[in-house]
């Protein structure tokens, strides 16, 4: 039987427990030349059904050079194309030889011009949810953890990263072969790669920053406080698993803040505002360590297992190392884009959504993904931590990622623990409402601090040119102002502050938020300039929405994903193509 509503995996099949991975990569014609050696826990005989994604499959051996009969299937709309395999007795390993389709999910091929040194091509890659299936043929579902070795082929003039420990490079050539080896197993949507021009600076004993050469010394500077994170995480949630966080900053294209791979985190550039106000992201994704890597959702409809346990896990860090008035502001940041997202589902008929423990059989990940597992998942534990006081909640916490640890867990799994280790607290917080209910329970906690409390006060009188308040407050204060504003307000704001030429994209785009729902049209060209800059979709989304919002903008927003949808990662491009397509009918 299947185990994953986004997999074909069938449980009584072989269990794939490592992963031999040579590929070369192919920059004039987009593709991996690759072949996969999908080793067994034990000798298997029978099916084997395997998760594939636009893949050209040529030849299937076993372990002893026989050939594999196969059958690939025709693609379904999410799942891609079962690879049905039929192993002959005592089967410890088969070798799949194969490539990657030009437009693979997974993959963005990206052209010097996209680059920020603009003389070589960069390849990168994005895994999760459910994408590691168009790069390796395998069992793409976070319950079959693997690891792996990986030998990758590239022009000798750039350099390959891989979410793992590297063994070494052998040039040959007009080519290098990289080797690396991940020793802890890993759920699939954690593979990661890169290929570019890349150099690197050591933070600390345990960590570097790569970048491209312009950016590199730059990044460096902003997360020079990495070392300080890492020890601020293993005295919350015990010692790192890991080894190494390096963090590799990405092309402007990346369509997320950060992808947590184990020892290399992908972040977008858009951190790097010059002000080291942004590095929240960098302690989400090191809290991703303990949550989500060491410990992940069984499939995308427990993905607040993952995700609210980060976000509780973030909010603690930054509570450790800049103060608890600082995470109350960030936890209500947080609070009013839940809000705004449980308000727009609802609304929507899309209640569903608004749950903890979602239903998405036939629905694709990327189209369910919101802040609602993030933030209401965070809340839920909060509420947790309320009832029986954080040092109770503190060691609790620390033997569930004890006990499932590299492992994949379901909401069933997590309750059953939570009122064996916590008797009573369920239904004391009365845990059916936030796990199945929708919308937001009326138990919810709230932040409080003497910072918060005075950006609110401020409420929406014109602030004093001379105010000044730090990115996070005036983000705050932005997203909590009434909409739409009048346009003259608006322009003495933007008059006053500098909102439309800050650096800081999260007060950029607050900001352009607020002005595109009040009409204040001079930002226009400023907001098809950011849509063709960045690729990240906390951004893409909520501008292309605003502009979608308005008929008299609603032809801007189609004429500016035309010119730059080439440019946005391919997870990116359907979603915001998305929202086109259901505005314009």
Known sequence: MRIDPHSYTDDRHAHVRSLAWEARVDFPTRTLLATATLHFDEPSSGALDLDTRALHITRVTDDRGAAVPFELHAAEDILGSRLSLSLPDSTRSVSIEYRTAPDASALQWLDPAQTAGGKHPYLFS??????????????????????????????????????????????????AVERWHMPQPIAPYLFAFAVGELASRELGARSRVWAEPSVVDGAAWEFAEVDGMLAAGESLFGPYAWDRFDILVMPPSFPYGGMENPRLTFVTPTLLAGDRSQVRVIAHELAHAWSGNLVTNAHAGHFWLNEGWTRYAELRMVEVLEGQDTAALVAAICRKDLDETVARFLAEGHGGLTRLRTHLEGIDPDEAFSVVPYDKGELFLRAIETAVGRERFDRFARRYLETFRFGAVTTEAFLEFTERELPGVLASVDAPRWIDGEGMPDNAPTARSARLDAVIAMGDALPDAGTRLSTTEWNLWLERLPRPQPPAYCASLDERFGFTSTGNMEVKVAWLRLALASAYDPVLPEVSRVLGAVGRMKYLVPLYSALLARPETQRLARETFERNAAGYHPIARAVVRGRIERAST
């Open 126 to 175: 994005q895994c999760q949810a459910i994408h590691a299936r168009s790069v390796v043929p395998l069992q793409d579902t976070p319950q079959r953890r693997i690891t792996f070795t990986a030998a990758l082929t590239v022009p000798s003039a750039l350099r390959g990263l891989m979410a793992a420990a590297f063994d070494g490079r052998e040039e040959r050539g007009d080519v």
